[in-house]
């Protein structure tokens, strides 16, 4: 999911100047509260509320949303299962998530850290401050996630590229050929009554066409 248009610097990077948040808890007097929270945080923050997960699901495939809040405990599934969901939305995947827990439920928030939540809080004990540093940093979190992966990408393409280009070379082509035909003599050598036993035509045929004069193209 890609960021607003419109942006604000924070303390680690941009981040939306109007905040897309979507709010999932069961309870109607809990998600009130963690709006007016929401309203606290000195953030322009414009919730949409949903109490299940039939609503949160209908929510994250009709549109993108920069943080989505999660309450753990559920009616139906569990605050685990809605962020599964959410990473493998083509809209959501890459929104900043918050799980929100009960007191003394660390093993939760733990768990739900390594599958890649990007920060928790406990419910009871939620401030507008634990809030908005939680906002902040969440989306920090996952914007930074998306700048590395968008690194990974471009890195393993130019690998690609190099590769290809490379192979292209007839004298790169001819050492992969000889490399190729050096191992499959190994593989003789150790097991020459198996190897003697299958039909090798397709192997020099290919071997063939890469040392021929045919542009050898790497795929």
């Known amino acids: ?3 607003p248009a419109t942006v604000m610097e924070s303390e ?3 981040r939306p100047e109007r905040i897309k948040a979507l709010l999932l808890d069961d309870s109607t007097f809990d998600r009130a509260r963690i709006r007016r929270l929401s309203d606290k945080t000195r953030l322009m923050v414009d919730v949409t509320e949903v109490c299940d997960m039939t609503q949160m699901k209908e929510a994250v495939a009709r549109e993108g949303f920069d943080l989505i809040l999660i309450d753990y405990r ?4 569990d605050g685990l299962e809605v962020l599964d969901f959410i990473q493998q939305s083509a809209l959501n995947r890459d929104a900043a998530t918050i799980m929100i827990t009960g ?5 939760t928030a733990v768990t739900a850290m390594r599958n890649g939540c990007h920060d928790f809080l406990t419910k009871e004990a939620m401030t507008a401050e634990q809030l ?3 906002m902040v940093g969440a989306m920090e979190a996952a914007a930074n996630r998306r700048a590395l992966a968008a690194q990974s990408r471009q ?7 190099g590769l290809k280009d490379a ?3 007839r004298e790169v082509q001819g050492a992969v ?5 050096n191992e499959v003599s190994k593989m003789a050598q150790r097991g020459p009554v198996a190897y003697a036993a299958q039909d090798h035509s397709d192997l020099d045929a290919i071997l063939a066409t890469l040392g021929d004069d045919d542009e050898f193209i790497f795929r």
Request: charge should be neutral; avoid cysteine; proline fraction near 6%.
């Open 167 to 169: 192979l292209m070379d």
């Open 103 to 107: 007191n003394g439920d660390m093993e």
């Open 132 to 134: 908005r540093f939680a």
């Open 1 to 3: 999911m890609s960021l």
């Open 155 to 161: 890195q393993r393409e130019v690998i690609r590229a």
């Open 177 to 181: 050929v000889a490399l190729f035909r």
């Open 74 to 77: 559920l009616p139906q599934g």
């Open 12 to 14: 680690g990077g941009p």
